[in-house]
């Protein structure tokens, strides 16, 4: 008996029209849709008249519920995870049990589709090849603004926030990167009322506030890229000691890398040291 294949399928962010007809195939095709909350789920299964078992698969019962999942696709039965927006394993749940399913020789197979921070990106302006994704940051302001300044990079930033953060963030990204420093701030992106808006940090909050809407939804900030700097050691200690306050080591060596371009092998040392 063949394994069957997890897919991992990217769904619509807000507009449900957005739904690839490869992504609605394959929900319609597979033994079990393994979703962040079942009842997000649904609504889009509902529209498109798709009667897919569903489970959770949230950031509690991951781990506990990749092995039972492994188990169905090693009996020959294919499940698709999806997340509530957009690709899955960004800033949501599934890398587990897409790094087991890998361990355990199954087959994995994307679906590529809608995604909130190349969405976001695209309608930004600002020009380059090259962004840094460093989805939500913590939540407490303190290791916020710690986060932050290891964030300063020659090309655009990419974060994710929840309203009730958004008027603190981008108070932060002004302290951070000045006023002058142009974002784009983007709110419930593809659905009924989404607002798009580049402006100045300056501006930003006066934006904000000019509404009571404008602080409810799903954000998404992209940050105008800073000024080139030459790598340096001194540099990557203080990203990394910024950094290590809110990653663990290895995810911290692997930013920090990117953002100073020195190597990552390099940096994990350094990071497992300082974490010691």
């Given at each position: 008996m063949s394994a069957g294949t997890?897919?991992?399928?990217a769904t619509p962010i807000g507009n449900l029209a957005d739904a690839s007809a490869r992504s609605i195939e394959?929900?319609?095709?597979?033994?079990?849709?393994?979703?962040?909350?079942?009842?997000?789920?649904?609504?889009?299964?509902?529209?498109?008249?798709?009667?897919?078992?569903?489970?959770?698969?949230h950031e509690h019962n991951e781990r506990a519920l990749a092995a039972?999942?492994?188990?169905?696709?090693?009996?020959?039965?294919?499940?698709?995870?999806?997340?509530?927006a957009g690709t899955p394993g960004i800033s949501d749940p599934g890398a587990w049990l897409v790094a087991e399913a890998h361990r355990a020789?199954?087959?994995?197979?994307p679906i590529p589709g809608p995604n909130a921070a190349v969405t976001a990106f695209s309608a930004a302006g600002f020009s380059g090849s090259t962004f840094?994704?460093?989805?939500?940051l913590p939540a407490a302001r303190a290791a916020r603004r710690k986060a932050l300044e290891a964030l300063d990079v020659p090309w655009p930033l990419v974060l994710y926030e929840a309203p009730h953060r958004i008027a603190e963030t981008l108070e932060d990204l002004a302290a951070q990167f000045g006023q002058a420093r142009?974002?784009?701030?983007?709110?419930?992106?593809t659905k009924k009322f989404e607002e798009i808006a580049r402006l100045p940090l300056a501006q930003a909050a006066a934006?904000?506030?000019?509404?009571?809407?404008?602080?409810?939804?799903?954000?998404?900030?992209?940050?105008?890229?800073?000024?080139?700097?030459?790598?340096?050691?001194?540099?990557?200690?203080?990203?990394?000691?910024?950094?290590?306050?809110?990653?663990?080591?290895?995810?911290?060596?692997?930013l920090a890398a990117r953002i100073t371009?020195?190597?990552?092998?390099?940096?994990?040392?350094?990071?497992?040291?300082?974490s010691k």
């Open positions: 997890l897919f991992i399928v394959i929900l319609r095709a597979v033994s079990l849709v393994a979703c962040e909350d079942t009842r997000t789920t649904r609504t889009l299964l509902a529209h498109y008249a798709i009667q897919a078992k569903t489970i959770a698969l039972k999942l492994v188990g169905a696709l090693q009996e020959g039965q294919s499940v698709a995870l999806v997340s509530d020789g199954i087959r994995v197979s840094l994704f460093a989805g939500f142009e974002v784009c701030i983007a709110r419930e992106l934006w904000l506030a000019s509404g009571a809407h404008r602080q409810q939804g799903e954000f998404v900030i992209v940050v105008g890229p800073g000024e080139a700097r030459a790598a340096h050691t001194q540099d990557a200690d203080r990203v990394l000691k910024a950094l290590l306050q809110a990653l663990p080591p290895s995810e911290a060596a692997k371009g020195l190597p990552k092998s390099v940096l994990y040392r350094k990071a497992l040291a300082r």
